[in-house]
C-alpha cells in the first residue's frame, strides 16, 4: 500500500513516496509556491507520477500557520475578555526582552486595544459562575464586530479552565451572529492555568486560523481532484498527527510542523542505527532547528514563542534560529558582517539560482568554495550559476577588502558560529555536554556544515540519513496519530489520593479512546502517556513529571517529583509539592516504513567515484574527490577531504574527518 509524506518549507517542498509492499522509496523536491502553497504540493506530486487513487495514506508537514504570525499576516482578530482584564494581552508579564538596552520598546501585540472587548461576565477559580453571560450583550457586541469586518474572534475569559459555561454561551451568540468568522475559545484551545499564556495561545490560534483553513481546505479539494480518496493528516507540534479537521480548528497545534517531523524521523533512524543520545540538526533554506533527545525521550515543553508570542501547547522542544542556505550575508553599523535571519527564499532565492537575487547568500558561498555542483540541478530544476555566486560574494568581499574565496569562508563560518549556537542553547546552556552526543544531520543544507559545527562544539560522531534533503517529509511517514489532553486541578499532593488522580486520568482516557476510535484505531493500537506538571508548594513554575508504572501510592509520585527536580537542579528537598495540570498524551499507533538494508556484494568504494573537483578548506583550494552516495558500499571508509552527492545535498568531509556507510545508508563521520 502506498504512503506519501509531503513537507512544505520556506524554500523547497519535499515529497516521499513509500509503497509498503515493496519497501520502495521515491523522493521529490520542487521549489515551494508561497503565494500558494498547494500549488508546489500538486506540482511535486505530478512529478513524482503517482497514481494518487491507490495512495492509502497521506501525512502533511505545513509552515502556513508560522508564517502567518511570524509576518503577522493573519486574519483581523477581536478579543471578547472579561470585563476589567482587558489589558491582559497588552501587558503580558512585563519581563524585559532586551535586558540591556533602556531605548527598547515592547513588541506589538496581535491586535490593538481597541478590538479588545470586555464583557460583564465571572468565573471563579473553583469553577463558580459568580456572573453569567448576557446573551444581549454579546450579540450588541457581534453586531459591532460584523460592522467592523472582523474574520476571527477569540473568547477569553478569566478561569474558563475551571468551568467554560460562559465561554460556550458566548460561542454560541457568536456563531448564530458571524456565521462567517471563525471563533475560538479558550477552553477549547487550552483549558490549562496562567491567563496570559492561555489568552495568548487562543488570540494566536484564532489570527491564523482563516489562513490556514483557507489553505487546508484548498488541498484538499485539489488532492481530491486528482483522485486522492482518504484523510489527511497533518503534522503537528507534540510530534504527532492529527486529522485535516482537528488542525483546521486548532492550527496553533500546528506551527511545529515540519521541524518536528524530521526529529520524529531522527529518532526512528537513529535508534535503528544504535544511537538514542543525539542532538538533531535541520538546516533547510530559510532556518536551521536543533533538538537534543537523550535515551530515544522526546523533550517536551509547554512554553514555546513564536516570535514574541507565546504559544503554550505541548510541543517538541526545539529551538529554531533564522539561518539557512538562503540567508543574506549583510554588512551592518561599523561595517560587521551578518547572516540572516533576512532570507533569499523560493523567490528570488540565492544569487546562484539565477531567478533575479544579487546579494551574497550561504548558498552562493558553498558553491563560490566548490562544495556544491554547479553541473547537478538543484530540486530537479535549479541549474546553479557559479559566475552570479561569485559576482555576489566578490560584492560584499570588496566592501572589506577581501577576495571571494575568503569572503565565502567567512560567510560560511559565520553561519556555523550562528548554529552552534543554537546546539549550544540545548544542550550546554541545559547542563549537557555534547561531545556525550550524535550530531544528526540532515536538511537541505545540514550535511554540508555538520562537520565544521561537530568539530566546533567537539562532537566525535556525525550521522547524516539517507535521503537528507527530504527527511521530513519522511518522518512523517514515520509520526503516529497523536492527541494531548490537560486538567488544571491545582491539589496539593497531601490531598489527592492515588484513586482520584486515577479518576482524573481515566476521564481523560475515556474521551481519548472515543476520538481514537472514530479515527479507526482499534484498542490494541491505541498508547497513552500519563505525566502531571508538579512544583513544590508557593513556585511559580513547574516540571513535567511522567506518572510512574504501577503506582500505588501518592508517595511514590512526590518521590518521581523530587527525583526529576534534582537531576533538574541538582538538588531537592522534603517539602510538600502540588499538582497543576494533569495531562494525558493518546497515540493512535501505525506501521513504519522500513529501513533499507545494504550488503557491500558486488560494490567497489572506487566505483562510487564520479570524480574531483577544487574545494577550499582553511583558505585553499584542494583537489578533492567527489562520491556518489547511492554507490557507497557498506563501512568503506573515505578519508577527508571529499564530497559526498545525492539528489538535494552533498555531505561535506573536510580534511580531519573520515566517512563511511553503515547496512541502513546512514553516512557516519568521525574526526580523526
Not at 247 to 262: C, E, N
Request: aromatic share 6%; net charge negative; hydrophobic share 40%.
Amino acid at each position: 500500500m502506498p504512503w506519501l509524506g509531503i513537507d512544505v518549507g520556506g524554500t523547497f517542498t519535499d515529497l516521499v513516496f513509500y509503497d509498503e509492499d515493496s519497501g520502495r522509496l521515491a523522493l521529490q523536491k520542487v521549489l515551494s509556491t508561497p503565494d500558494d502553497h498547494a500549488r508546489g504540493v500538486i506540482a511535486g506530486i505530478d512529478r513524482l507520477n503517482i497514481d494518487l487513487t491507490r495512495v492509502t495514506r497521506l501525512a502533511h508537514g505545513t509552515t502556513v500557520a508560522t508564517n502567518a504570525a511570524l509576518e503577522r499576516d493573519g486574519a483581523r482578530l477581536a478579543v471578547l475578555t472579561t470585563k476589567g482584564f482587558r489589558d491582559v494581552l497588552v501587558i503580558g508579564r512585563g519581563n524585559r526582552m532586551v535586558l540591556y538596552d533602556i531605548k527598547t520598546v515592547r513588541p506589538p501585540p496581535l491586535l490593538p486595544r481597541a478590538m479588545i472587548k470586555e464583557v460583564e461576565e465571572r468565573t471563579l477559580a473553583d469553577g463558580t459562575v459568580l456572573h453569567a453571560v448576557d446573551p444581549d450583550a454579546v450579540e450588541k457586541i457581534a453586531e459591532t464586530l460584523k460592522v467592523e469586518c472582523v474574520e476571527a474572534v477569540a473568547v477569553c475569559y478569566l478561569h474558563a479552565y475551571a468551568n467554560d459555561a460562559n465561554e460556550r454561551a458566548t460561542k454560541a451568540v457568536l456563531e448564530r451572529v458571524l456565521p462567517e468568522v471563525r471563533i475560538s475559545t479558550s477552553s477549547e484551545v487550552l483549558p490549562e492555568y496562567r491567563e496570559y499564556e492561555r489568552f495568548a495561545t487562543t488570540a494566536l490560534n484564532a489570527y491564523v486560523a482563516p489562513r490556514v483553513g483557507s489553505y487546508l481546505s484548498s488541498l484538499r479539494a485539489r488532492l481530491a481532484e486528482h483522485g486522492y480518496p482518504n484523510p489527511i493528516a497533518i503534522m503537528t507540534s507534540n510530534g504527532g498527527t492529527a486529522p485535516v479537521e482537528r488542525v483546521i480548528a486548532y492550527p496553533v497545534t500546528s506551527m511545529l510542523s515540519g521541524p518536528a517531523a524530521g526529529v520524529i524521523g531522527a529518532v526512528y533512524v537513529a535508534r535503528a542505527a544504535g544511537h538514542d543520545d543525539i542532538i538533531t540538526f535541520d538546516m533547510g533554506g530559510t532556518s536551521t532547528d536543533a533538538c537534543l533527545i537523550r535515551g530515544g525521550e522526546l523533550p517536551m515543553t509547554t512554553e514555546g514563542m513564536i516570535g514574541t508570542i507565546p504559544n503554550k501547547v505541548p510541543q517538541i522542544e526545539i529551538n529554531s534560529i533564522g539561518a539557512g542556505g538562503g540567508s543574506i550575508a549583510s554588512l551592518g553599523p561599523g561595517r560587521f558582517l551578518d547572516v540572516g535571519p533576512e532570507s533569499a527564499g523560493a523567490e528570488p532565492g540565492p544569487a546562484c539560482y539565477g531567478r533575479g537575487g544579487a546579494e551574497a547568500t550561504v548558498t552562493d558561498a558553498n558553491v563560490v568554495l566548490g562544495r556544491l555542483n554547479p553541473d547537478q540541478a538543484l530540486g530537479g530544476e535549479i541549474r546553479l550559476d557559479a559566475q552570479a555566486a561569485r559576482v555576489a560574494v566578490a560584492s560584499i568581499g570588496a566592501r572589506l577588502g577581501l577576495d571571494e574565496t575568503r569572503m565565502a569562508e567567512g560567510i560560511v563560518q559565520l553561519a556555523v558560529t550562528r548554529m552552534t549556537g543554537a546546539i549550544k542553547e540545548v544542550s550546554i546552556m541545559r547542563g549537557h555536554d555534547p561531545r556525550d552526543f550524535v550530531l544528526f544531520a540532515y536538511g537541505g543544507a545540514g550535511p554540508l556544515h555538520a562537520a565544521m559545527i561537530a568539530e566546533e562544539l567537539g562532537m566525535p560522531t556525525v550521522v547524516v540519513p539517507p535521503m537528507p534533503g527530504n527527511f521530513s517529509a519522511f518522518g512523517l511517514l514515520v509520526a503516529d496519530v497523536r492527541h494531548d489532553y490537560a486538567r488544571t486541578r491545582l491539589t496539593a499532593c497531601a490531598d489527592l489520593t492515588v484513586g482520584q488522580l486515577g479518576a482524573i486520568i481515566n476521564e481523560m482516557r475515556t474521551e481519548a479512546c472515543t476520538e481514537l476510535a472514530a479515527e479507526g484505531f482499534a484498542e490494541d493500537a491505541m498508547r497513552f502517556e500519563a505525566r502531571f506538571d508538579m512544583r513544590y508548594i508557593g513556585q511559580a513554575f513547574e516540571l513535567s513529571v511522567e506518572l510512574p508504572d504501577n503506582t500505588g501510592s501518592m508517595a511514590e509520585v512526590e518521590a518521581a517529583f523530587r527525583n526529576l527536580y534534582e537531576r533538574r537542579y541538582s538538588h531537592a528537598t522534603d517539602e510538600p509539592s502540588e499538582i497543576v495540570c494533569f495531562r494525558l498524551a493518546a497515540f493512535g499507533v501505525g506501521a513504519k516504513p522500513r529501513l533499507p538494508e545494504f550488503s557491500a556484494a558486488g560494490r567497489a568504494l572506487a566505483d562510487a567515484r564520479v570524480g574531483q573537483r577544487r574545494v577550499a578548506f582553511n583558505g585553499a583550494f584542494m583537489e578533492t574527490p567527489v562520491y556518489d552516495r547511492v554507490k557507497l558500499p557498506p563501512e568503506a571508509t573515505l578519508e577527508g577531504p571529499a564530497l559526498v552527492e545525492e539528489p538535494g545535498t552533498t555531505t561535506v568531509v573536510p580534511p580531519a574527518f573520515r566517512a563511511r556507510a553503515d547496512r541502513h545508508g546512514n553516512l557516519i563521520l568521525e574526526r580523526g
